[in-house]
């Protein structure tokens, strides 16, 4: 069965890490982009990061830059999103989704989809 499974999110403080996790089954991982987007209440889903299929090119929101660091493990059908210095505003359900090779901005772009991992960051 093809899907995306996110895993990893919970309740930290600001300033701390977390890593969030993205499984693949069903379909060779290593033919695909993956792009971490997010959603917080009342917002608009935006992009987060994403790492094309070789893993040769990522890119990052402005926003995250420098904290968070997106990685892939093909061997175990696994993308990574490390958040490091996390912040309120980064409290959000984070998704992750596939697309063919290279990434794009605009999640319509994005075939398939997990069902999203909660990442809440509060004192």
């Known amino acids: 069965q093809l899907q995306l499974v996110e895993s990893g999110g919970g309740l930290v403080q600001p300033g701390e890490s977390l890593r969030v996790s993205c499984a693949a089954s069903g379909f060779t991982l290593a033919n695909y982009a993956i792009g971490w987007f997010r959603q917080a209440p009342g917002k608009e889903r935006e992009g987060v990061s994403c790492?094309?299929?070789?893993?040769?090119?990522?890119n990052y929101a402005d926003s995250v830059k420098g904290r968070f660091t997106i990685s892939r493990d093909n061997a175990k059908n696994t993308v990574y999103l490390e958040m490091n210095s996390l912040r309120p505003e980064d409290t959000a359900v984070y998704y992750c989704a596939r697309r063919r090779v290279l990434c794009a901005r605009d999640s319509e772009a994005y075939d398939r989809w997990g069902q999203g991992t909660q990442v809440t960051v509060s004192s």
């Open positions: 790492i094309s299929a070789t893993g040769g090119i990522t």
